[in-house]
């Protein structure tokens, strides 16, 4: 816990975060009211993380449609299409910057693993939801473009659930690589912010999408190698990849949350002075 002479030593714009109400403070509340309230927060100005999600899913189908179709439509069936769209949906800082965005909450139970867990499950959460229904949606609709009903509903599962691998694998950065929100008006004025915002955006990029595939995708490659490579293998796979999504997202979240007690005093440095960006 952050104690009163503690709160009184920390930066003016620490301070005034601590004066606004969110659904952290009241850790031990119903997980979906704590969920809901993540949600409505950003629709609130300055609406960066919908307007994050949009940009990656919009250069998801500019990458799709535009650079090469005949290449792409040559390896893939548009049936995947949503795969593409999700992963890159998640693929940003929303995913990564699970303590920058709440430095106070963050701060106040730092010493508290299970509360530092609920705080990234929430926020997992509740991106997962602004995301995968939408994706899960245009997953139903493309199942005319593809003749084998089978690989439609594993590609209707790997939609739902194979976002929770990327999700954990993402919440081992938030300690590694946080970044204190700020107006894009004022980060464009800061140079010495924009390399560690510009590496937390190419780690979510590049360096999460490729390990996250290889380690969500392990099962099925096993599945196509020693049992088959048929659409009721492809549907057995996505089956068996669903628990292993929930593996890997809660692996992620604990350690995560090893790694903050390893570099508590960092971050505890870090979180409370936002003029590091």
Known sequence: MVDASARDKQPH????????PNWADNIHSGLWGQVKAELRSYFHKPYDVPTVIAINMLLALFAWFFI???????YTALVFLPV????????????????????????????EPENLRRMMTVKNIALWILVAPLCFVLSLCLLPSQHDTLISLAVCLAVVFLPFSYLGLAAVIA??????????KERLKRRDTWLRYGLSIGVAYFALTGPATVLALGPAWLVFKFIGQEPIHVFLAAVILTPWAFILWRTGLHISTWIV???RQWLENFLNDPARG
């Open 13 to 20: 714009r620490i301070r005034l975060l601590a004066t606004k």
């Open 68 to 74: 090469n179709p005949d290449v792409v439509l040559r």
């Open 175 to 184: 300690p590694l690589l946080p970044f204190h929100p700020m107006k894009w």
């Open 261 to 263: 007690a390893k570099r």
């Open 84 to 111: 593409a769209l999700i992963a890159w949906a998640f693929a940003d800082v929303p995913s990564t910057n699970l303590f920058g965005s709440a430095p106070v909450q963050t701060l106040r139970y730092i010493n």
